[in-house]
């Protein structure tokens, strides 16, 4: 079984990006478990925690390394990365010497009403993943407009052409996870 994180970077309960982010899962091929990792209880990262790291974050240290790989499912604010998923990237990082994305592959989407679906941001994230020495998949880039009409009311696609988008990203992301699962080396 191949695990796989979501990562949702907003922490708005109306998030499009959240909204999305749900139906990946089944769009995933078998042999694949989705788990939603959650930052929304991060304090604002400090230095002055390394010495006595809160509970809440090793938990979500924890939840990063319990996965063979993540996907980041992200808006874009103000043309960068939004503030709490920046707050969560600085958590997993620290200690310094305990990088939990070291090693762990990355595959990054961003939904935006736009056309150009959170690219800014994604940028920006893929240099502080590879600051981390966290593989990031390359192709296909995922610039995702959303479409209200594409989904039911439940939020669940029913749009084909939509679907079909977002079942090649999942299908690549699970393909370059597997292609690059290695035992992480313990921090």
Do not use: C
Not at 54 to 79: C, H, L, M, N
């Amino acid at each position: 079984m191949t695990k796989i994180g979501i990562i949702v970077g907003s922490i708005s309960s109306t998030s499009i990006n959240r909204a999305v982010a749900k139906n990946l899962p089944a769009l995933a091929p078998a042999g694949v478990e989705f788990e939603f990792l959650d930052f929304s209880q991060l304090p604002m990262y400090s230095s002055d925690y390394d010495a006595d790291y809160p509970e809440v974050a090793r938990a979500w240290k924890a939840s990063i390394e319990a996965q063979d790989g993540i996907i980041i499912v992200t808006p874009e604010y103000s043309r960068s990365l939004p503030g709490a998923l920046k707050n969560a990237m600085d958590w997993s990082a620290r200690p310094w010497g305990t990088n939990s994305f070291s090693g762990r592959p990355v595959a990054i989407m961003g939904v935006s009403p736009s056309p150009i679906g959170a690219a800014a941001a994604q940028q920006h994230l893929r240099a502080i993943l590879g600051h981390y020495d966290a593989p990031t998949m390359g192709q296909p880039e995922m610039y995702f407009q959303y479409n209200p009409a594409a989904y039911d009311a439940d939020g669940n696609v029913v749009d084909e052409a939509t679907k079909g988008v977002l079942t090649t990203f999942v299908d690549a992301a699970v393909a370059f996870v597997k292609e690059r699962t290695q035992v992480p080396v313990a921090a």
